[in-house]
């Protein structure tokens, strides 16, 4: 991906891309309807396209890899205004996109498609959307538009659940929803740099402990790895006095939620527990899925149980897809490869490192394998699976002196059985 193409390049988010990204790509392309400020710098280009206007959004896409959509209204507002701008426009957006042959589209999604979730809720990529106002519906449906363009047309898709984007947090709420400009930056270029992407939603947010999202999908399919957090700004914020307001105290959203509020908190709970009870009958099936090298003997590589939850994967060794030793004798490099091979296993069912329920590890060297620590930590966020280690003499091959078997639970909305 090295033609990038930004949309609402002239708001505040723009401008934090425009600078954080400058120099990293063969073209940026900046598009507003308002002036973007200044002549173009070395490696950027400058164009005048509103989103409502499809003639203009295709012209603007001509030789464009991937775009970043952050076009639209920005807050709540009157529908005769977010509907053409930022549900009507965003279609133009992916439509233009898939006309013009671009390869990833990255939507400017908002923590208002899921502000009516209580704060006492940690939600992760897989919470369906609760939107707080009309701009949050907007940006609910951006997400299914980018959806069905994922699985219908192949593009890759990612949208972005930004939450407080700016400098610094200027208020309590601020210290769950934060994002930095240098971690927005960051989740933008991952997305656009990422090998693999179908269809992800990521939250934009910093490292702060006291967010209300999971960002485990983010760090594990994408790589993104926040350096910032609200909490330097804790003791600063939590002396203030704010104005209290039920509603928005209750709820992800905040001020968007008690904005003409008139409904039931009580009403407004958790998700009810969406378990399908299980087959009487016990299904199970094997898979050798492509991603990784073929089985040579009577073993399969994964094997599913029931109707596409939990899944055991063989184990893995440090082999390419030819079958090839990767790292010989050399206790990083194969930890490494081990674990990239699980990860491709996991991806051929829709599954993420962070499905990951259990670990068993075999190894020839205790002692080497614990300073493999660093490694694993890239593959695996909070909560860590439970893992045991065993030390064993040898391996099927000498060469190879580290086995990893994992058990994963794949949410049933994005398990697939893979070909194979």
Same mark, same amino acid.
């Given at each position: 991906?090295?033609?990038?193409?930004?949309?609402?390049?002239?708001?505040?988010?723009?401008?934090?891309?425009?600078?954080?990204?400058?120099?990293?790509?063969?073209?940026?392309?900046?598009?507003?309807?308002?002036?973007?400020?200044?002549?173009?710098?070395?490696?950027?280009?400058?164009?005048?396209?509103?989103?409502?206007?499809?003639?203009?959004?295709?012209?603007?896409?001509?030789?464009?890899?991937?775009?970043?959509?952050?076009?639209?209204?920005?807050?709540?507002?009157?529908?005769?205004?977010?509907?053409?701008?930022?549900?009507?426009?965003?279609?133009?957006?992916?439509?233009?996109?898939?006309?013009?042959?671009?390869?990833?589209?990255?939507?400017?999604?908002?923590?208002?498609?899921?502000?009516?979730?209580?704060?006492?809720?940690?939600? *992760?990529?897989?919470?369906?959307?609760?939107?707080?106002?009309?701009?949050?519906?907007?940006?609910?449906?951006?997400?299914?538009?980018?959806?069905?363009?994922?699985?219908?047309?192949?593009?890759?898709?990612?949208?972005?659940?930004?939450?407080?984007?700016?400098?610094?947090?200027?208020?309590?709420?601020?210290?769950?929803?934060?994002?930095?400009?240098?971690?927005?930056?960051?989740?933008?270029?991952?997305?656009?740099?990422?090998?693999?992407?179908?269809?992800?939603?990521?939250?934009?947010?910093?490292?702060?402990?006291?967010?209300?999202?999971?960002?485990?999908?983010?760090?594990?399919?994408?790589?993104?790895?926040?350096?910032?957090?609200?909490?330097?700004?804790?003791?600063?914020?939590?002396?203030?006095?704010?104005?209290?307001?039920?509603?928005?105290?209750?709820?992800?959203?905040?001020?968007?939620?008690? *904005?003409?509020?008139?409904?039931?908190?009580?009403?407004?709970?958790?998700?009810?527990?969406?378990?399908?009870?299980?087959?009487?009958?016990?299904?199970?099936?094997?898979?050798?899925?492509?991603?990784?090298?073929?089985?040579?003997?009577?073993?399969?590589?994964?094997?599913?149980?029931? *109707?596409?939850?939990?899944?055991?994967?063989?184990?893995?060794?440090?082999?390419?897809?030819?079958?090839?030793?990767?790292?010989?004798?050399?206790?990083?490099?194969?930890?490494?490869?081990?674990?990239?091979?699980?990860?491709?296993?996991?991806?051929?069912?829709?599954?993420?490192?962070?499905?990951?329920?259990?670990?068993?590890?075999?190894?020839?060297?205790?002692?080497?394998?614990?300073?493999?620590?660093?490694?694993?930590?890239?593959?695996?966020?909070?909560?860590?699976?439970?893992?045991?280690?065993?030390?064993?003499?040898?391996?099927?091959?000498?060469?190879?002196?580290?086995?990893?078997?994992?058990?994963?639970?794949?949410?049933?909305?994005?398990?697939?059985?893979?070909?194979?």
């Amino acid at each position: 991906m090295t033609r990038v193409l930004i949309t609402g390049a002239a708001g505040h988010i723009g401008k934090v891309l425009r600078q954080g990204l400058r120099g990293r790509y063969e073209l940026l392309r900046l598009s507003d309807i308002a002036p973007l400020g200044g002549a173009a710098a070395a490696g950027e280009e400058l164009v005048q396209a509103d989103v409502q206007d499809f003639a203009a959004t295709h012209a603007s896409m001509k030789g464009i890899d991937c775009v970043v959509h952050l076009g639209g209204v920005p807050i709540e507002d009157s529908w005769e205004k977010i509907l053409p701008i930022n549900i009507a426009g965003t279609y133009n957006v992916f439509e233009a996109a898939r006309q013009q042959g671009v390869k990833r589209v990255i939507f400017a999604s908002s923590n208002h498609a899921i502000g009516f979730y209580r704060r006492g809720q940690r939600i *992760d990529d897989t919470a369906q959307p609760r939107p707080d106002t009309r701009y949050g519906v907007s940006k609910a449906c951006g997400e299914a538009i980018g959806h069905m363009y994922a699985d219908k047309h192949g593009i890759g898709v990612a949208c972005l659940r930004i939450g407080t984007c700016r400098e610094r947090p200027v208020e309590v709420r601020h210290l769950s929803t934060w994002q930095s400009h240098r971690d927005i930056t960051q989740l933008i270029y991952r997305c656009i740099e990422a090998p693999h992407l179908h269809f992800i939603i990521a939250y934009g947010v910093s490292n702060n402990p006291r967010s209300w999202w999971d960002n485990t999908a983010a760090q594990q399919q994408l790589g993104y790895v926040p350096e910032d957090s609200a909490e330097t700004f804790a003791a600063e914020l939590l002396g203030r006095e704010e104005p209290v307001d039920k509603a928005a105290a209750l709820f992800h959203g905040g001020p968007f939620c008690s *904005d003409g509020f008139a409904g039931d908190p009580s009403q407004i709970g958790g998700d009810p527990d969406r378990l399908k009870p299980r087959s009487a009958e016990i299904v199970i099936d094997a898979f050798n899925p492509p991603e990784v090298w073929s089985p040579f003997g009577a073993f399969s590589m994964a094997v599913v149980q029931g *109707d596409g939850q939990v899944v055991y994967l063989k184990g893995q060794v440090a082999l390419d897809r030819d079958g090839e030793v990767i790292g010989a004798g050399d206790m990083r490099a194969q930890t490494r490869q081990t674990l990239e091979n699980i990860r491709a296993v996991l991806a051929s069912f829709g599954g993420v490192m962070g499905d990951i329920v259990s670990l068993t590890h075999y190894v020839t060297d205790i002692g080497q394998f614990m300073t493999t620590g660093d490694i694993r930590r890239e593959f695996f966020a909070a909560p860590y699976p439970v893992t045991t280690t065993v030390e064993i003499a040898a391996l099927y091959r000498p060469e190879l002196v580290v086995e990893i078997t994992a058990i994963a639970e794949i949410p049933r909305d994005r398990f697939r059985r893979p070909a194979g």
